[in-house]
DNA sequence: TGGGCCTTTCAGCTTTATCTCAGCCTGAGT
DNA sequence: ACTCAGGCTGAGATAAAGCTGAAAGGCCCA
């Protein structure tokens, strides 16, 4: 699941995102509007939580024009204490839900929860793939109806490419994004996760699920069944 | 794809290198504005990274003669936390986006891909030729919609002569693209990977996709579809 | 403080992509 | 038709890339 984190108070936005990243989400963020217009447009995030007091263009605005751009993930917007207006505002222009400064991280949680919840009717987060079932935003995945269980980091590895299925992605990149940071060479930790994955998903080994490229990266290969229900 | 890594501070750059290089692509640096100037004039790169506080010839500099000769990739900049004023300069160079430091990989990584795709053609960068179709992002090559299993250098192979397609490309452009340096001219591996590209992408030789022409190098030849939808 | 689980490391092993080589084929120029 | 440089082909060597099992290191929670 990937939220975008719109925020100008450097502060605030640290603490959103360090909570949020605590809690399993992968958070981007920014404390500009016009850059959050550019990441909204162009990258594919389940739900963006969106400041209304930014300085430059205004929340308010980059709502509105993800909007008229057909952006569909759902918007959470946080406003200052008094401000109700702008709050009226931001609905008006397309958020979901909103939040008074100050607030309770769980709060904030509760409600994302919500939205992602709903969003799932209109979206689909859940995929499946023959007897592979990944529900993204419960975080649990299926093999034949049975609950695979698997640990936190095999779950992000999986999602990740299970969200990029029918690329290939070098491990570079998985690493990256699974740890916000530079790829140590010398580890082996991936091969390890996915090896860990791969036995799980498919004790078998009668799927294939993942396919080693060598020299580039892995590749989730499955065709995704159509089941958007 | 091929890029250029124009910042002079020795770690990030390496960083940005080992990263990109990591990721699939053709990465050359350099921490010199006018050895920067040179090898953009001089070379077919698909995307440039300039850092903007570069010593000597600075980073605008170099894009405005770029663009002065009208060198047509596009270019990202990268500018320190504070200067502001640099990244409109910048864009007003020629520049095509901006990234400020510090910042994750993961993200130059997606502006990377946004501004090639944007170059490619503002479509998806699938291309197709009959059956065959190329995702330069996804580094797949599918036959009748299945996956043609191609190493990493077929594909490097194959997606360069892709990206030139109807030119005939010398085999010493294109040794010269996969390998960084110059290379053994008496060792004839590119001759061995042309075959095996062409056994696995036309295993029944009725497409004839890659052309010999002698002494002169290869070209490939299918019909692009227009398929940009 | 101790136990349990998750993550990471390590060393040895297997696989296979890349490259070399030697011989064969082909076609342009005589 | 003959020549020969350029290109093609198949088989094999080799070292890098990836896999694996076990064990060590961390972290959280009781």
Chains 1, 2 share one sequence.
Do not use: C
Request: glycine share 8%; proline share 4%.
């Amino acid at each position: 699941m990937k939220l975008l984190v719109v925020e100008d108070d450097p502060d605030l936005r640290r603490q959103l995102v360090t909570s949020l990243s605590g809690r399993g989400y992968t958070v981007e963020e920014t404390g500009d509007g016009e850059e959050a217009l550019y990441l909204g447009r162009e990258f594919p995030y389940d739900l963006a939580i969106v400041d209304l007091g930014l300085p430059s263009l205004s929340g308010v605005d980059v709502i509105r024009r993800w909007r008229a751009e057909d952006k569909e993930f759902p918007i959470l917007i946080l406003t200052a204490r008094g401000d109700w207006q702008d709050k009226v505002e931001g609905l008006e222009a397309g958020a979901d839900d909103y939040l008074v400064k100050p607030f309770h991280m769980e709060e904030l949680a509760a409600r994302i929860n919500a939205l992602l919840r709903r969003a799932a009717g209109h979206a689909k987060p859940k995929l499946s793939f023959g007897p592979l079932t990944i529900d993204t935003v419960g975080r649990v995945v299926h093999r034949n109806g049975e609950v695979v269980s698997l640990t936190s980091f095999e779950y992000r590895t999986f999602e990740y490419l299970v969200l990029n299925a029918g690329k290939t992605i070098s491990k570079t990149e998985l690493t990256e994004h699974l740890y916000h940071q530079d790829y140590d060479r010398d580890s082996n930790v991936l091969e390890v996760f996915v090896r860990r994955l791969r036995q799980k998903l498919d004790p078998d080994q009668d799927l294939q699920p993942i396919t080693t490229v060598r020299g580039l990266g892995y590749r989730f290969d499955l065709p995704v069944d159509s089941d958007s229900k």
